[in-house]
């Protein structure tokens, strides 16, 4: 572990990248994530690494593609539009069976939108990052250490599926400081003999390949991968739950909202009101079980965004009707405050009492 | 910011400019020697010269300047999603109007120092007092070789000379007095680099009175997250 350090989550980001093997890194710049790019321009040279500003992000994100093809732990970085323009090359990942790390460092949209914090591309992230039947793991980290441990723990994961990871941030949790501290770094990561690095005829040819010209092939590949996105389904949620056990009304929020709800539920259990806070830190896997275990004590489920609710609809995918489900958003850029969450809360617990 | 900051502010010229890498803790530094310099009965104004920075700006305290009756210039596109860099014509009137008290609060490294240059002229000729803010804990092998090197960046960029280092060592929330005295040797050192003197060391109100530093300067904490 390292000394305690104050930084900017985007900064901590790339750090931990690096930390955690990281010495392959495509970018272009954007609001509010350039401290991603930047960080890695001043520290990759140093230390034998490549920072390469790609001409857009399409081409940055194939060569994430092709870094990731021989094994190297590679990463891209970029906001909300650059996320969308990098959906194709995500989707030859996905196809190719690599293990990337991809940031969004989330702002205001649709289109050029805003360069203000928000959380409006959980149905991208989780839904539809890029063409065909795929997923790739979701990590939502809320403090600025969080980010800095996600990010270790997403090449672990990524690795050991055989998937991309992308780490879910927004504008806030990149421009905000906070104190953090660097696990010890590791080198590369885990064996990947699958990897085309090379086969000095020792070995047989190892080919990354997304195109199958039988559909039955094809079918039988993506039924293989989704039995192991089940697995994963079963093993890798993950969530923090903040006086969740005996509470009558539950917040679901992640990344910054998670802060914010979380002041919420203080000030609410202060008002005699029992409120909890369940923060998804996986969002793909999206943690249904633990929320579905408070299904018989609460009176119900509010989740909280920066968007006009999108996670909303995992919540109730997961309630199942069994319990009230309730949204509360602010969008654009603007980002809600504990009190407004407060008065969302004591409203669907019947007004002021 | 209590006394200490009026005591400060004794030593500096009338305008004042802040600056230093970012993340260094140049707003919160400089909305406190405008509130002392307010609260001692000077008029004064501030410009947000930031033009690196999307959010957590000196501009998010219009309203806390306001009732402190406290001037604020800010780029006319601050906290829009317009990421234009644009200085508004009052910015060079303040600087010549040469009465009452003024802060240039200076965002971003060397990129951010860039636009102070435009106006290097003017304040030569007012006269300054140029603060070079260090926070010795935002690097994880802080260098006073490279802490140099950035100031003399800034030096460069804006045409202007630092005539003071703040020390402004936190770790935010978990700040020890400990922390703090940890930093006084490299500010020492890189003092020595720059042969630029240190002015004090800015402590938050909480742990000033523990504290025995020379140039003490008790500060608030204004730069928050929206939650706390």
Not at chain 1, 62 to 67: I, K, S
Not at chain 1, 253 to 273: E, K, P
Not at chain 1, 324 to 350: D, L, N
Not at chain 2, 71 to 96: E, F, H, K
Request: charged letters at 20%.
């Amino acid at each position: 572990m390292s000394e305690r350090v104050l930084m900017k989550g985007n900064e901590a980001m790339a750090e931990a990248a690096i930390r955690a093997g990281c010495r392959h890194f495509f970018g272009y710049p954007i609001t509010p994530q350039t401290e991603v790019a930047a960080y890695m321009s001043k520290k990759m040279p140093k230390i034998g690494g490549t920072y390469l500003q790609a001409e857009s992000e399409i081409a940055a994100i194939n060569m994430v593609l092709g870094a990731a093809s021989a094994g190297v732990r590679a990463m891209t970085s970029s906001s909300s539009p650059g996320i969308s323009l990098k959906t194709e090359g995500i989707s030859y990942i996905a196809g190719s069976d690599l293990p990337c790390l991809i940031v969004n460092v989330e702002r205001g949209g649709p289109g050029l939108g805003g360069i203000q914090p928000a959380q409006s591309d959980y149905w991208q992230a989780t839904r539809a990052l890029g063409h065909g039947d795929f997923h790739v793991l979701v990590f939502a980290p809320s403090t600025v250490q969080e980010v800095v441990d996600l990010v270790f723990l997403a090449y672990d994961l990524a690795e050991k599926y055989r998937m991309p990871a992308l780490l879910l941030s927004d504008g806030l949790l990149g421009q905000m400081m906070e104190p953090v501290s660097f696990p010890d770094p590791v080198e590369g990561g885990a064996e990947k003999p699958w990897a085309a690095c090379g086969h000095q005829n020792k070995r047989p040819h190892n080919i990354i390949n997304s195109l199958y010209l039988k559909a039955d092939e094809l079918e039988r590949t993506v039924v293989e991968r989704f039995a192991r996105y089940a697995q994963i389904e079963a093993k890798e949620q993950r969530c923090q739950q903040y006086l969740c056990d005996d509470a009558d009304y539950i917040l679901v929020a992640f990344g910054a909202t998670s802060r914010v709800s979380q002041s919420a539920v203080d000030t609410l259990r202060a008002q005699g009101i029992k409120a909890g806070l369940l923060r998804p830190i996986t969002l793909w896997p999206f943690p249904k079980d633990a929320i579905r275990a408070h299904i018989p004590h609460v009176k119900g489920f509010l989740s909280v965004e920066m968007s006009m609710g999108q996670m909303v609809d995992d919540v109730r995918l997961a309630v199942e009707g069994k319990a009230p489900v309730g949204f509360f958003g602010r969008t654009g850029g603007v980002i809600p405050k504990p009190s407004e969450v407060v008065e969302a809360v004591r409203k669907m617990a019947g007004g002021d009492r | 910011m209590s006394k200490g900051g009026e005591t400060v502010l004794e030593h500096l010229k009338s305008c004042v400019i802040v600056c230093g890498h970012y993340g260094a803790g140049k707003t919160n530094l400089t909305v406190n020697l405008a509130l002392a310099a307010a609260q001692s009965g000077e008029a004064v104004s501030v410009i947000d010269m930031d033009v690196v920075n999307p959010y957590f700006r000196t501009a998010d305290f219009q309203e806390l300047f306001r009732e402190a009756g406290i001037q604020l210039i800010a780029p006319i596109y601050a906290n829009t999603n317009l990421d234009l860099p644009v200085l508004p014509p009052s910015v060079g009137a303040a600087i010549r109007e040469k009465t009452g008290r003024l802060f240039l609060d200076v965002g971003g490294d060397d990129d951010g120092a860039v636009a102070l240059g435009g106006f290097s002229a003017l304040l030569e000729e007012r006269g300054y007092s140029m603060l070079y803010v260090v926070n010795s804990r935002r690097e994880l092998e802080p260098e006073p070789g490279e802490e140099a090197a950035l100031l003399r960046r800034i030096q460069t960029a804006s045409r202007l000379k630092v005539t003071h280092l703040v020390n402004n060592t936190n770790l935010g929330p978990e700040t020890t007095s400990e922390v703090l005295l940890q930093s006084l040797p490299y500010l020492e050192e890189v003092s020595k680099r720059t042969g630029v003197p240190v002015l004090g060391a800015a402590a938050e109100e909480r742990l000033a009175p523990h504290l025995e530093a020379e140039g003490l300067l008790p500060v608030r904490v204004y730069v928050k997250p929206p939650w706390s």
